[in-house]
């Protein structure tokens, strides 16, 4: 039985200094902060979750990576999904404290460049993507003369989102992003920007278009389109598809982290565990890909 060995383990100590009930991996109330990039994986994993242990109650907050972060700090949560792994220092707040929180990898995701219907150009090199990201190329024309487009309009998610850190760290390398570039609020205001202005570049996580049997996030993918990554001039683009992302093929993947600063087995390490054993069912079903196990990929028709 799923969390067998957890429940035995915390089934010694459940109640607090003053006699309350603590939680356990299994029963219990606790918030967690997500990502707003994995508000539809969580939402999906947290109903199945609930319906298998009907004595527990998770309830999601959904902001950004840095949000998620600093309420880890402060002791405002205690469990938090993002895109990576505690600094150093963030570390050692914790090893101060006699404890490291425990990290557990459940997903890989990828961030996705979506664009208006009408935009004609949807395979873009690396290189290229990087010069719009930075500023140094700011106009459509500049990337192809015939292209009707005038200035490029470029939309994230929110300042301190986990999108915007990956995009400077991993694609950028350090770089600053383009002064034009706009923060919005979310991922699904990134979308709806996208869809009404043609000249709009918007980069959201790709959990948020992934699932191919999702009425409602396929009804996204009527009102943008996703842009293609190619390695080099001439060479064949990707998308930010499961198989893509299993290939290799697409280069802007990432992982999805569980971080659980409970000091004890408590429900944070139930719902981590759960995501990282049977909830793999899930991810793979989200279109994004397993840690633990690829079972079944698709590829998306081209």
Not at 136 to 144: D, F, G, K
Not at 213 to 241: M, N, V
Not at 283 to 288: E, F, P, R, S, T
């Amino acid at each position: 039985m799923l969390l067998f060995a957890l429940l035995l383990a915390a089934c010694g100590d459940n109640k607090d200094k003053q006699g309350k009930a603590l939680d356990t991996p299994t029963t219990g109330e606790i918030t967690i902060i997500a990502d707003d990039g994995y508000r539809p994986i969580i939402e999906t994993s947290l109903h199945v979750f609930h319906s298998i242990y009907r004595n527990a109650k998770i309830h999601p907050i959904f902001a950004s990576e840095g949000e998620a972060v600093s309420a880890l700090l402060n002791d405002s949560v205690r469990v938090i999904v993002i895109t990576r792994q505690l600094t150093e220092e963030e570390n050692k707040y914790f090893q101060a404290r006699g404890f490291t929180p425990k990290v557990t990898p459940i997903a890989y995701d990828a961030i996705a460049f979506i664009l208006h219907p009408s935009n004609k150009d949807t395979v873009f090199t690396k290189e290229q993507m990087g010069q719009i990201l930075t500023g140094a190329v700011t106009r459509w024309p500049e990337l192809n003369p015939k292209s009707p487009l005038s200035d490029i309009q470029l939309v994230f998610d929110h300042p301190l989102s986990g999108t915007l850190r990956y995009v400077k760290d991993s694609v950028l390398m350090g770089q600053a992003i383009s002064p034009k570039a706009s923060a919005l609020k979310n991922n699904v205001e990134v979308i709806d920007y996208v869809s009404k202005h043609p000249n709009a570049l918007g980069i959201i996580s790709a959990n948020w278009i992934s699932d191919t049997d999702d009425e409602g996030r396929q009804s996204f993918l009527k009102t943008i389109k996703l842009a293609d990554i190619a390695e080099a001039p001439g060479k064949e683009g990707y998308g930010p598809y499961q198989a893509y992302l299993a290939e290799g093929t697409y280069p802007y993947k990432r992982t999805v982290y569980v971080v659980n600063a409970q000091a004890r087995n408590g429900l944070g390490l139930g719902f981590a565990s759960y995501l990282a054993a049977d909830g793999q069912r899930i991810v793979l079903k989200d279109g994004l890909l397993p840690v633990n196990a690829v079972t079944r990929l698709i590829k998306a028709t081209r």
